[in-house]
């Protein structure tokens, strides 16, 4: 095997072990093949908690949020996302009942604020995203 067909079956094998269950691909394998990161699941907007379908209605109105964080821009540093220029993603809360903080729920939105189209869901703080559709 050569030295490149050697690097090539390891970023397979590291591709698999990495991304097995996890629904995106490893950033390195994609650089290295073309591949473009991505979310595999998704989630309509039927299968939202109504909280979460409010804090949609809440972006396309463009406020007022009820948390002054809503609408920071969102760094992507998890790289769960697709990758996309600093201040491309969003975030904004979905409010947790009887919560003393945030909680654990958000939706980053990706392109021009009040933008619904290119929006996903965390109810992980981050772990993981669902791509709403809608």
Do not use: W
Not at 11 to 25: E, K
Not at 72 to 99: D, K, M, S
Not at 110 to 134: E, M, V, W
Request: aromatic share 12%; hydrophobic share 35%.
């Amino acid at each position: 095997m050569t030295r490149t067909g050697f690097r090539h079956g390891v970023m397979i094998v590291a591709f698999a072990m990495s991304s097995a269950g996890s629904g995106y691909i490893d950033s390195a394998y994609a650089r290295d093949t073309g591949f473009s990161e991505q979310v595999q699941d998704t989630v309509t907007t039927a299968q939202l908690p109504r909280a979460a379908v409010k804090t949609l209605r809440l972006i396309e109105a463009g406020g007022p949020y009820p948390y002054e964080k809503d609408g920071i821009i969102f760094g992507n540093r998890e790289r769960l996302l697709p990758q996309r220029q600093r201040g491309f993603y969003h975030e904004y809360t979905v409010a947790a009942r009887r919560a003393r903080n945030r909680g654990a729920k958000r939706i980053v939105c990706g392109g021009p604020l009040r933008q619904t189209s290119n929006c996903y869901y965390s109810d992980d703080h981050y772990a993981s995203f669902k791509r709403i559709a809608g």
